[in-house]
């Protein structure tokens, strides 16, 4: 049993969160629930198996790990950012087992490699795997960004090391499902995207490699400075054909096609098309409240000015 605290957010996830419950159960020796107001019997189920349960209302990602870490009994000396669709392999397990115990006090976070798994296929290509996420740190030695979407975990200081194997993110809703939470996504991504056009709160971060993953870094600063700056039809197409034939996304299979156009074109193209539609109501708006409530409206979230 690790000095470790696990914090998985929920909200009607009986399907999967039991599954997650038991690839952490062996090696933290605190896990968190953090509920917002579920419907089905996900907190029964995670109490049954330990957990401590809290419950707060949903505002978005980044808020509601900034709650957790803030008032959730924390003791443990590192603590794990895990969704509740996601679990560890047990090879993963084994290999924080002995890592963990022995890092170095200037190793204060630890970045895992997710292997995702789309209608039951391991999605190998189309730059898909591995993506490397800073999903453990020392506890306040870390902060979340404070974003509608996209929101990672960065260091306050010291370094992070990588771990050799996977954690595996494995949903088990349908396409319907799938869809209807990339079209909340859209909406929220679209949100960060306008509010730094019109100056309505805190900038959009790059990421510095040593904060959080080089790969996490990279792709940031590709995204503020490269593809939010394209034509609405430049982006989706190119981002999606470079993935499906250039990182050879065509091997995983029919799999591989269906994830590639809905989450590489269709989700990009709707993200682009939401920013459109926003950027039409804002055209006549001045003022820096009148244009975030405006914003509000127009994506049902109350959305704060968060300038620093």
């Known amino acids: 049993m690790l000095d470790l605290a696990v914090v998985i957010l929920t909200r009607n996830e009986e399907i999967h969160i039991a599954r997650a419950l038991e690839s952490v159960s062996r090696i933290a020796r605190e896990i968190f629930i953090i509920d917002s107001h579920s419907t089905d019997r996900t907190p029964q189920i995670a109490a049954a198996a330990g957990a401590i349960v809290m419950t707060n209302t949903f505002v978005n990602y980044a808020k509601q790990y900034e709650w957790a870490l803030q008032n959730a009994p924390i003791s443990a000396a590192w603590v ?33 490699n997710r292997r995702h798994i789309f209608l039951g296929r391991w999605i190998r290509h189309g730059g898909r795997y591995p993506l490397t996420l800073l999903r453990i740190w020392r506890r306040g030695m870390a902060r979340i960004e404070s974003r509608w979407m996209d929101e990672h975990m960065t260091l306050l200081s010291g370094r992070a090391i990588t771990c050799a194997h996977d954690f595996v993110d494995h949903n088990l809703n349908d396409l319907g499902y799938f869809t209807e939470k990339h079209n909340k996504y859209a909406t929220r991504e679209a949100i960060d995207v306008l509010k730094e056009r019109h100056r309505l709160g805190q900038s959009m971060e790059v990421l510095a490699s040593e904060k959080t993953s080089l790969q996490t870094a990279l792709k940031r600063t590709l995204k503020v400075r490269l ?80 300038r620093s």
């Open 80 to 112: 794990m950012r895990l969704d509740a669709d996601e679990l560890l392999t047990v090879e993963l397990q084994e290999e924080l087992q002995r890592l963990l115990p022995r890092l170095p006090a200037d190793v204060t976070g630890v970045n895992l």
């Open 227 to 306: 593809y939010n700056r394209l034509p609405l039809w430049a982006g989706p197409t190119l981002y999606s054909s470079y993935r499906y034939f250039f990182q050879l996304g065509f091997l995983d299979g029919r799999e591989g096609l269906i994830y590639n156009v809905l989450q590489g074109f269709w989700y990009r193209f709707l993200v682009a098309a939401k920013i459109f539609e926003f950027e039409r109501a804002l055209e006549n708006v001045d003022g820096r409240g009148d244009k975030l409530a405006t914003l509000s409206r127009l994506t049902g979230y109350a959305i704060e000015d968060l």
